[in-house]
């Protein structure tokens, strides 16, 4: 599942995605939930309004989620590898 927010300008400011790990016995998971903001609309509440519209999608459309999985890493590597797909 995919999500992606867009300025006035309709460039690409954020996104948000998450997966099924594809095992039966956990059909009901979305895991890996991550969330992309670009630095130039960080500190806006982007990222929040992306997670929790994300989030009321899933509980208003996807009966068959039970449960939305994320971890939080923080890995500077691939913070730098993002901001120069993004910049």
Known sequence: MFLVAVDD???VVGAVHAIKNGLEMYNHIL???TVLVRPVSQSKRCGASLSFAFL???FNNRPDVMRVE???V???E???FMKQLVL
Do not use: I, T
């Open 78 to 80: 691939r913070v730098q």
């Open 56 to 58: 009321d999608h899933v």
């Open 31 to 33: 895991s890996e939930l």
């Open 9 to 11: 300008n309709g460039k």
């Open 70 to 72: 994320m971890e939080v």
């Open 74 to 76: 923080h890995n500077l």
